[in-house]
């Protein structure tokens, strides 16, 4: 008469054997999502800091470029007012040694800035008032065109360096996310290869952690397009 031997699992181990396995798999699930945000995100976050880093180096040179330019006005506003300062006292000259026709003559090929000072001056009677201005580049009708767009190129480029430094600070912030990212990498690839289940939760909450820091930067930093 032969003997059959039943083995029973316990329906509590049973349970507790599903449970495990079922934490197991959740487990995993999370560590897989981990690894697809991460993964978007560190290409979401080069992306930004390439777009960043380029518009950083376009500004930049943009910038030099304004540079360049306003130095030329500048140069060509400092021959200009030599001119106007030469044209002036040859007038004086002629002016002050009595000859009116020539000094008339003189004058009256006054053109641009000078021209128009020039008229203000002689408004105050300055050879005969000892208070006027002594000369007409010093009148606050004396506008010269080349220095007062000399400015404003002084200006704009100061602004697109300025901007160029907000990219590249944009851009470092953005590369920063990415190590965020790829850490966010590290702990869920290690989370499939850790048995200790405690120990798995653990690294995949650091993980878990460090995603929500970058997605938050993400929403929080200016982007382009």
């Given at each position: 008469m032969s003997e059959h031997v039943h083995q029973h699992v316990p329906e509590?181990?049973?349970?507790?054997?599903?449970?495990?396995?079922?934490?197991?798999?959740?487990?995993?699930?999370?560590?897989?999502?981990?690894?697809?945000a991460a993964a978007i995100g560190t290409a979401w976050s080069g992306y930004q800091a390439a777009r960043w880093s380029g518009r950083e180096a376009h500004n930049f040179a943009r910038a030099e470029g304004t540079h360049a330019k306003s130095t030329r006005e500048v140069v060509s506003a400092g021959e200009a007012r030599v001119q106007d300062l030469a044209d002036f006292e040859r007038w004086l000259d002629l002016e002050t040694t009595g000859d009116q026709t020539l000094a008339n003559f003189h004058a009256a090929h006054f053109q641009g800035a000078l021209r128009t000072a020039f008229d203000a001056w002689l408004a105050q009677d300055p050879l005969?008032?000892?208070?006027?201005?002594?000369?007409?580049?010093?009148m606050p009708q004396y506008h010269q065109a080349e220095a007062e767009h000399a400015t404003q190129l002084e200006t704009a480029a100061d602004h697109l360096i300025e901007d160029g430094s907000t990219a590249r600070d944009r851009a470092d912030e953005y590369v920063l996310i990415t190590v965020f990212f790829a850490s966010v990498l590290f702990f869920a690839g290690i989370s499939l290869r850790i048995s200790?289940?405690?120990l798995r939760m653990g690294?995949?909450?650091?993980?878990?952690?460090?995603?929500?820091?970058?997605?938050?930067?993400?929403?929080?930093?200016?982007?382009?397009?």
């Open positions: 509590e181990l049973q349970e507790s054997g599903r449970a495990g396995t079922r934490r197991e798999r959740i487990l995993e699930v999370l560590a897989i999502v981990l690894l697809s005969n008032n000892p208070n006027a201005i002594p000369t007409p580049l010093k200790r289940e405690r690294v995949l909450g650091m993980g878990v952690a460090f995603l929500l820091y970058g997605v938050v930067q993400i929403i929080l930093l200016p982007t382009l397009w």
